[in-house]
């Protein structure tokens, strides 16, 4: 299954069951999320069934989204009619140089193959002084998910994670630190904020107790 765009197969139950089971990274996401909004372009990278959206619109932004998921989209316009919501991926972002203020991402990012091509394209769409707010899959996660023997954390593998009590499957690709934090993020971000944590309804393999996202808030240079 193309991993950007599995969400096709299971959006209404996603769109159902997130509010239960990912209570504390969704308290934390929108923590990070409570600015000053009033008037400003507010992108949401990934952005689901637009619940997040929404969100950002009672904070007085101006609210575009984007999704790989067709049927994604199709629910995040229901909830957000005036809202600008287009199918794309976040490699690739269907929207001009320097639109934004504000760009966030909620478990979009583990989808991806690369992360430099998503720093490249938040840099462009991003203005000069803007925000960007993301939270993704944890590496540690992604290896105890690689579930094998001889795992190895630096090499990017398929993993399976699964959320919601085991209610969903998602399939993404491992990746370390070093790509999250890497010179294509420091030559053109300044880092604010970085916190990791656990969701109760991530899967807990072996029974041990690890962090299954982390979320970081950074200002674009210039």
């Known amino acids: ?13 996603y769109s159902d069951s997130f509010l239960t089971y990912n209570t504390n990274s969704i308290d934390v996401y929108f923590r990070y999320l409570d600015l000053d909004l009033e008037g400003k372009k507010a992108l949401d990278l990934g952005c689901g069934d637009g619940y997040d959206l929404s969100e950002l619109k009672k904070k ?10 067709k049927e994604m989209v199709v629910l995040a ?48 769409v991003l ?19 690689k579930k094998q023997n001889g795992k190895d954390y630096f090499k990017n593998e398929t993993v399976k994670s699964v959320f919601f009590e085991g209610k969903i499957s998602e399939t993404g690709t491992s990746h370390t630190f070093n790509e999250y ?13 970085y916190e990791e944590g656990l969701d109760h309804g991530a899967e ?9 996202y982390f979320i970081v808030q950074a200002r674009l240079k210039g």
């Open 1 to 13: 299954m193309d991993e950007k765009k599995q969400y096709n197969t299971f959006a209404k139950e």
């Open 60 to 69: 007085g932004a101006h609210i575009f989204g984007m999704d790989a998921s």
């Open 77 to 124: 316009q229901q909830k957000n009619p005036e809202g600008t919501i287009k199918v794309g991926l976040i490699d690739n972002i269907p929207f001009p140089d320097q639109t934004f203020d504000v760009v966030v991402s909620k478990w979009a990012f583990q989808a991806e193959p690369s992360i430099e091509p998503i720093y490249k394209e938040i840099t462009r």
């Open 127 to 145: 203005k000069p002084g803007g925000t960007l707010i993301y939270l993704t899959s944890h590496p540690i996660r992604q290896f105890i998910e």
């Open 181 to 193: 934090f890497s010179p294509a993020f420091f030559s053109n971000f300044t880092l604010e904020k």
């Open 204 to 212: 807990k393999i072996n029974g041990d107790t690890y962090p299954s």
